[in-house]
């Protein structure tokens, strides 16, 4: 992608996150911090703590589990791989109280299968049987594809969303 093209697609990606209802005043969002070619949140995650939501970041843990802590974005440091994490001292977000958690991928399919870096950790919290939250994954739409390699500890979201629109069961409302 152009940077042009990227920084659109990106802007809508942003866009279309704000305005996903959450059914509470002062829902709790679980983020992360984009690497690579992963879309940034910043902009969701603006508009997410102006509105009084809580955001938590991941925070690799022992054994490759993840958890989640509330944070701005400035207490962010470099963590796992390079990757901003929250501070361990900040406040942890049980699993059972998130309202949507948005997920990163290299991949995904319109069902909602993900490929990930390839270190387990997002496959391992999706898979926690106390998570009631929806699960959504961003990407951009060049990286929807029909196929995956599959794992049995593999784990889908709930959604898959790009700049084109947002797609549940194989099912895309653009």
């Known amino acids: 992608m152009s940077a ?7 802007s809508e990606i942003n866009r279309q996150l704000v305005s996903w209802p959450l059914d509470l005043a002062s829902a709790t969002i679980g983020v ?3 690497i690579g070619s992963e879309v940034s949140l910043a902009i969701a995650v603006k508009h997410w703590l102006e509105a009084g939501h809580q955001v938590a970041w991941p925070l690799v843990r022992e054994q490759g589990r993840l958890s989640f802590h509330l ?3 400035s207490d962010l440091v470099a963590g796992t791989m390079g990757i901003p994490e929250p501070q361990p ?5 049980a699993t059972e109280l998130f309202d949507l958690v948005v997920v990163p991928g290299v991949g995904f399919n319109c069902f ?3 490929l990930g870096q390839g270190g387990g950790y997002y496959d391992r919290f999706l898979a926690q049987g106390n998570l009631r ?8 739409t060049v990286q929807i594809v029909p196929d995956l390699p599959v794992e049995k500890t593999d784990q889908c979201v709930d959604a898959v969303m790009t700049e084109k629109g947002v797609a549940r069961a194989g099912v895309w409302s653009l």
């Open 4 to 10: 042009d093209r990227r920084e659109q697609a990106q």
């Open 32 to 34: 992360y911090a984009a």
């Open 71 to 73: 944070a701005r974005p």
């Open 89 to 93: 001292d900040l406040p942890t977000v």
């Open 112 to 114: 909602g299968l993900r």
């Open 133 to 140: 939250a929806v699960t959504l994954g961003v990407a951009f």
